[in-house]
């Protein structure tokens, strides 16, 4: 386990660092909390603020689809674990919904330093808005940084992680604006006739050697 305190770049492909924290739901030892889910761990700035509200809400409203997935979902910010449990019967409140995901207390910045979710130019004291999407063997496999007044899109973050399933799964890349059902890209290192035929039987649509469309594999 890395117990480091300094920020460190988390890369793709990084695995995740692990560590253990203080939650809403009790202490977190993070890889085994995982376990064989996958994982969106997110940090917002601050408790009791208008942005983070709506976003750890949709994230609670979001909880069949991260589901569905095999997705669980944490959440970090310095705030301490008393605000985090008074705001969140705000957040449940004014977002009509029920949190449904820790949320870690991470006052020391212990986890916001091992994962470098505090830019000291935007502010030296909040994380700024992080999303990590780590898959069941802890590697990193996307990485999101907003700032403070933007919230972010949870219909792009599934989106993400189908199609990374969807890479995993089915050998295929997704292009630019896929949505579940688009048409998906072989990847280019398959290149054998029998096993395009064999791992796409649909069939495919050749527009350049490096451009091949198919239906998406899983429909
Ligand atoms: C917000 O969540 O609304 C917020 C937090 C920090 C700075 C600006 C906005």
Redesign the pocket.
Known sequence: MTTATEAKPIRLGDIAPDFSAQSTEGTIDFHKWVGESWCVLFS???DY???????LGEAAKKGAEFKKRGVKVLAVSVDSLDSHKGWINDINETQKTKINYPIIADESRSVANLYGMIHPQA?DT?TVRTVFVIDPKKKVRLTMTY???T?RNFDEILRVVDALQLTDSHSVATPVNWKQGGECVILPSIKDPEELKKKFPKGHRELRPYLRMTPQPDR
């Open positions: 917002h700035p601050k603020t208008p942005v983070c509200t709506t976003e502010s909040f700032p403070a007044a919230g």
